[in-house]
C-alpha cells in the first residue's frame, strides 16, 4: 500500500518570505508521479507541480520548487516570495505509473500569508 | 481546456434517501476516482475507474457504489444516506502520466 504524510497541518509566513511545506510517502514502485496540488477556498484544485520519479532534476514552476529526494521519499515544496494569493490548502500525492494506479493523498497543510 | 463537471455544488438530502453524485468529463480520459475531504483528514479515496465498467475499490468504499457505463461518467451512489456521509465530494480524472483534474466539488449534507 502506498501512503502519503503531511506532517505540518497548518504553516505560515510573511508576505514576500520563503515557506517549506514537507512531504514524505510510501511506495514499493520505483515509477511513479509526485504531485503539489494547491486548494484555495473557491474549493477549486490546482495543480502547482508535479515531479517524475525516475527524473533526478528537481522541478520549478516559477516561484514553486521541490526538493525531491528519493531515496529518502521525501518531496517538499518551497515558495518563494510567498504572496497573498498563495493562501490555501496544500496537498501532496502519489500516483505509481504501472497498472491501475490509485492516486494517493496526504491531509494537508494550510498556509497561511501575513501581510 | 480540460474540464470536469460535478453535477451539484451544494445538496442536502435526507437520512435513508438514495444519493447520485455525477461527474463528467470532456477529455476522453481513461481513469476517474472519487474522493470525500474532510477536516484533517485530506482526500480520502472512495472508488477509482480505469475503463468503462470496470471499478476498484479506494480506501473507504463502504457505504458507497459507482457506475461507469460511458467513458466519460462516472457516478457515485450512495445507497442509503446517512449522517456520517455528510461532507465534500470530488471527482477527478486522469490519462495516463498527467496529472489529476478536479470537478468544484460537492458539498453533501445529510439531515
Known amino acids: 500500500a502506498q501512503t502519503v504524510t503531511q506532517s505540518q497541518p497548518e504553516m505560515s509566513v510573511q508576505e514576500a518570505e520563503t515557506v517549506t511545506l514537507s512531504c514524505t510517502y510510501d511506495t514499493s514502485e520505483s515509477d511513479y508521479y509526485l504531485f503539489w496540488y494547491k486548494q484555495p477556498p473557491s474549493r477549486q484544485m490546482i495543480l502547482v507541480i508535479r515531479q517524475e520519479a525516475y527524473k533526478q532534476q528537481n522541478a520549478t514552476e516559477n516561484r514553486f520548487s521541490v526538493n525531491f529526494q528519493k531515496a529518502a521519499k521525501s518531496f517538499s515544496l518551497k515558495i518563494s516570495d510567498s504572496q497573498l494569493g498563495d493562501a490555501a490548502m496544500y496537498f501532496c500525492a502519489l500516483i505509481s505509473n504501472f497498472g491501475n494506479e490509485k492516486l494517493t493523498f496526504g491531509t494537508g497543510t494550510r498556509l497561511t500569508i501575513i501581510p | ?111
Open chain 2, 1 to 111: 481546456d480540460v474540464k470536469v463537471t460535478q453535477s451539484s455544488r451544494y445538496l442536502v438530502k435526507r437520512t435513508g434517501e438514495k444519493v447520485f453524485l455525477e461527474c463528467v468529463q470532456d477529455m476522453d480520459h481513461e481513469n476517474m476516482f472519487w474522493y470525500r475531504q474532510d477536516p484533517g483528514l485530506g482526500l480520502r479515496l472512495i472508488y477509482f475507474s480505469y475503463d468503462v465498467k470496470m471499478k476498484e475499490k479506494g480506501d473507504i468504499p463502504e457505504g458507497y457504489s459507482v457506475s461507469r457505463e460511458k467513458k466519460e461518467r462516472f457516478s457515485l451512489i450512495l445507497e442509503s444516506a446517512s449522517t456520517n456521509q455528510t461532507s465534500m465530494y470530488l471527482c477527478a480524472s486522469r490519462f495516463r502520466n498527467t496529472e489529476a483534474f478536479f470537478g468544484q466539488g460537492t458539498r453533501l449534507t445529510v439531515v
